[in-house]
């Protein structure tokens, strides 16, 4: 079945990414529009087409679904993102970051049952089994999501995941929809910000943005908002029009430092994020 995002609860039903969205939304912030297939739909279409090809899978999918989803496209309007959000992704033990596919600026409605297709074959992956630690593929909710036209965007940490300091906030900023952090192009500016003040402690500037006071204090407030909210330091996919902020993704942060005290993964973490935040097609991300 299809679900708005306002009413996506159970991670059971629409995947773990699209109920904490949902939860976001209904807890009072900006999340973009959407709604997500649930994995009846998935199951539906592999009883027709089990080998999981993507062009058969999406084949598959039956004329009802296919006119229902087309017809929710529609009314939220392109374009879209469509994203995977699998049961157990973006939870506490493990984020499944880059096992799945998702696929950004879809334009048409066939655009988007072929993106749904390749979100499902991605979950049949070998990669993605090896992960979750079972041999079976699962049946995949998707999720897909009106674009905004970002001014800035990037991805921010309630807690430094390097040094582990819960009192900072990192904040990684790149101008428009972040394919130049995606791309490898640019590195991001990164603000550390304290989390309790709000007051600035540093800036490594690569990127050249300027966020404003009000955005970086819009975003430190719902940087504390959504730790509260799950009751664990966040990991946070955002983009700002204007002076407003929108949340895209929030799970809890599952970087481990290495030895050394450092964590590789940070600058790889945020080239990623940044993908989901792009203007680029048939991508790979970890969103």
Request: hydrophobic share 45%.
């Amino acid at each position: 079945m299809l679900v708005d995002l306002p009413d996506a609860t159970d991670p059971a039903e629409v995947g773990g990414k699209a109920a904490n969205l949902g939860r976001i939304l209904r807890a009072g912030m900006d999340v973009p529009d959407g709604f997500v297939i649930t994995g009846d739909v998935h199951r539906l279409a592999e009883a027709i087409e089990p080998r999981g090809d993507v062009e058969l899978l999406e084949a598959a999918i039956p004329r009802t679904w296919r006119n229902r989803i087309i017809e929710a496209v529609d009314r939220i309007g392109v374009p879209v993102a469509v994203r995977s959000s699998g049961v157990d992704e973006d939870g506490g033990r493990a984020s499944f970051a880059g096992q799945f596919q998702s696929y950004l600026s879809r334009q048409t409605g066939d655009q988007v049952l072929r993106s749904v297709a390749g979100c499902w074959h991605s979950a049949s992956a070998a990669s993605a089994r090896e992960y979750r630690g079972d041999a079976t593929a699962t049946a995949m909710p998707v999720l897909v999501q009106r674009m905004v036209p970002a001014d800035y965007a990037g991805v921010m940490f309630t807690q430094d995941p390097v040094t582990g300091d819960p009192s900072q906030l990192v904040i990684e900023a790149v101008s428009g929809l972040g394919d130049a952090l995606c791309d490898g192009r640019v590195d991001p500016d990164r603000y550390r910000i304290d989390k309790v003040t709000g007051g600035l402690r540093s800036i490594d500037r690569a990127a050249g943005v300027t966020l404003t006071p009000v955005v970086l204090s819009r975003l430190r407030d719902l940087a504390v908002r959504l730790e509260r909210l799950f009751a664990a330091p966040q990991d946070i996919e955002w983009a700002v029009v204007g002076d407003q902020v929108w949340i895209l993704q929030s799970r809890p942060i599952t970087v481990t430092m290495t030895p050394t005290g450092t964590a590789p993964s940070l600058i790889d973490m945020s080239a990623v994020f940044a993908a989901s935040l792009t203007g680029r097609v048939d991508v790979t991300v970890s969103r």
